[in-house]
Nanobody, 113 residues
Framework: VQLVESGGGLVQPGGSLRLSCVGSGFTFSSSIMSWYRQAPGKEREFVARIHNADGRTYYANSVKGRFTISRDDAKNTVYLQMNSLKPEDTAVYYC???????WGQGTQVTVSS
């Protein structure tokens, strides 16, 4: 099982980024997929989750209305569209495949002017 994130970078407050996570080595469509993040000196926290069976989505209150999680099972990919970014969104963002307890290596998102 392998997960590879991409799409992070430096963005100004109010800007947008789209993160991608490509899975391999497992049947992608069989797993709930999530995004977590970890800021310096803080614990890893839940950001968003998307179910495989019916596409239900769940968000942390801190990102609700600004972030959108989606998935394309044909491409083995889960996305996180992040809009109206704030400095407090700065963190390493990780992809997580719940069925296998597998994490990606993370991608850095920095929101700063």
């Amino acid at each position: 099982v392998q997960l590879v994130e991409s799409g992070g970078g430096l963005v100004q407050p109010g800007g947008s980024l789209r993160l991608s996570c490509v899975g391999s080595g497992f049947t992608f469509s069989s797993s709930i997929m999530s995004w977590y993040r970890q800021a310096p000196g803080k614990e890893r926290e839940f950001v968003a989750r998307i179910h495989n069976a019916d596409g239900r989505t769940y968000y942390a209150n801190s990102v609700k209305g600004r972030f959108t999680i989606s998935r394309d099972d044909a491409k083995n990919t889960v996305y996180l569209q992040m809009n109206s970014l704030k400095p407090e969104d700065t963190a390493v963002y990780y992809c997580y495949a719940a069925l296998f307890g597998a994490w990606g290596q993370g991608t850095q998102v920095t929101v700063s002017s």
